[in-house]
DNA sequence: AATAGAAACGGACCGTGGTCCGTTTCGACT
DNA sequence: AGTCGAAACGGACCACGGTCCGTTTCTATT
């Protein structure tokens, strides 16, 4: 007997070959990336790493980049777990200033740990709405909380900017500042917004 | 008679060939850019365009990155002389907070109406020091004027940081933001952070 | 004007990302 | 078990970025 309301119950099944496939593929790419660098991560290579053509690599990510980001997404969900879910001061339970700097500050490793995957998985990763934006609400309920009057939306993505990645490179590099120095100037940044 | 002193008076001379022929490039870039769109920059067009062969291209300008990054020096060239010679309140002369909104202000525009050649030109232009170094440092003179107190050099990098293209993108794009609501938002951001 | 050596040129060549479409596999329903 | 449509597969194929090296062109010097 079918299932006369497909709603919520059916997220658009995916075939067990395909299932299977995605497993391989990324299992395959994370182990290239081990032997050598992103860079030899070939999507001819991935393919027959995992055993499948090459056109099937491409079905499943649609794109190089596609399978970065694919990639980042396992380190994202940990760290989206860790806020929402993990000990204080990241996760809840702390005062809002505390988690507010703790998110800059795990933010900031993150990215810099994943700092070549990121580069890879170029405008795929970086405009994702599901990324950006889960970091962007974050900062903006943690304003909330602080009491934080005005343009809410704005501030947050403001102060999400700039731990991206070309920032932190740039101040890293021609800039000359040390992590700590960064991780000084943000929580500056934090407390003249917050006020 | 050779000069003894190849010191401030010869930066390493380009041979005439060689201008013509980064002149004759640049141009075929750009009408090809105004006929199709920038995927249609292909290496082999713009070669064939200006009656060169493809290494002149590589050779010229390293990549096509380069390339485009060397079609953006153009406009950027112009903003950075609006911004150190033009007129107030963008050039020297208005007063200072004045001055910086109007700063966030021409350097979104500029970035929106070249974001196809600024996603084409990739690292090599996003990273490169002497744009974004440019930025930083004009608003961080600003800020001294302002009066700020505190780590200024970070406080520039990250009111610019928000002027960014993908951070613009996404808040057009699914923050649903409008032009108005970004620059009063970066105003906001301004003011906070300016005390 | 002749010369020599450095710099620039050109286009064949290669590797990789991405597409396409005929073939195979899955799984829902009978 | 058998059938059938949809979904996934595979690998030949294409286009474009980038390299390489033998050839040509420039310019400084005499």
Same mark, same amino acid.
């Given at each position: 007997m079918s299932n006369? /309301?497909?709603?919520?119950?059916?997220?658009?099944?995916?075939?067990r070959d395909a299932a299977r496939n995605r497993e391989a593929l990324l299992s395959a790419a994370s182990e290239l990336i081990r032997g050598c660098s992103v860079e030899g991560v070939t999507m001819e290579a991935v393919a027959a790493k995992a055993g499948v053509g090459k056109g099937t690599v491409f079905r499943r990510f649609g794109s190089r980049e596609g399978l970065m980001a694919s990639l980042l997404d396992h380190a994202e969900s940990e760290w989206q777990a860790a806020v929402i879910g993990g000990p204080p001061p990241l996760g809840p339970g702390g005062p809002p200033m505390e988690r507010l700097l703790a998110f800059g500050e795990s933010r900031m490793h993150l990215h810099?740990?994943? +700092?070549?995957?990121?580069?890879?998985? *170029?405008?795929?990763? +970086?405009? @994702?709405?599901?990324?950006? +934006?889960?970091a962007t609400m974050h900062v903006r309920i943690l304003l909330a909380? /602080? *009491?934080?009057?005005? @343009?809410?939306?704005?501030?947050?993505?403001?102060?999400?900017?700039?731990?991206?990645?070309?920032?932190?490179?740039?101040?890293?590099?021609?800039?000359?500042?040390?992590?700590?120095?960064?991780?000084? *100037?943000?929580?500056?940044? $934090?407390?003249?917004? $917050? *006020?």
């Open positions: 006369p /309301l497909p709603l919520l119950t059916t997220p658009p099944t995916e075939r810099l740990q994943q +700092g070549a995957l990121i580069d890879a998985a *170029g405008r795929t990763w +970086g405009e @994702n709405y599901a990324v950006i +934006g889960f909380e /602080l *009491g934080v009057q005005g @343009n809410l939306p704005y501030l947050a993505t403001a102060l999400v900017a700039p731990l991206s990645l070309p920032v932190l490179r740039q101040q890293f590099g021609p800039a000359g500042m040390t992590e700590e120095q960064v991780l000084a *100037g943000w929580g500056e940044l $934090v407390r003249r917004v $917050v *006020g």
